[in-house]
């Protein structure tokens, strides 16, 4: 089934000018790239968008890498998209990712893991309509 996800391109590897070898990672396990565009997320989109972690010990420190540089915001569009993104990222902690996967080449640590990517097709809708309007998603 075709699917879209959604996926951000993290600060630690914008920084690095990595934003083309993980596309091609991402391109390369089929999923196609709908919408992407360059941003420096504010405080508050940051904030609201990971909303669901307020409570958690690392919200701060996560708030504050992701406003740290610009990122990229992309819909990712593919058979089973939000399963097989997951799988081109590889495990949050890059020592656990396996070869050949996002984190495992180029994360830093486990927080500045080079990518973000939607947990379930139900998150991925609200996360691509949190910076995405319908007309910028090209299919």
């Known amino acids: 089934m075709t699917e879209q996800t959604f ?9 690095r000018n990595l934003t083309g070898s993980v596309n091609a990672m991402l391109e390369g396990a089929g999923l196609r790239i709908v919408a992407q565009k360059r941003i420096h997320m504010s405080q508050a989109q940051a904030e609201s968008f990971y909303g669901v972690h307020k409570e958690r010990p690392f919200f701060g420190s996560l708030v504050a890498f992701m406003t740290s540089g610009p990122v990229v915001v992309q819909v990712l569009e593919g058979e089973n998209a939000v399963l ?16 050949g996967t996002i984190r495992k080449a180029f994360a830093e640590s486990i927080e500045a893991n080079s990518v973000h990517g939607s947990d379930s097709p139900e998150n ?6 949190y910076f995405f309007s319908g007309t910028e998603i090209v299919g």
């Open 124 to 129: 991925a809708a609200i996360e691509i309509a």
């Open 7 to 15: 996926s951000i391109i993290k600060p630690d590897a914008t920084r």
């Open 84 to 99: 097989k993104n997951r799988e081109v990222m590889g495990a949050t902690n890059p020592e656990q990712a396996d070869e």
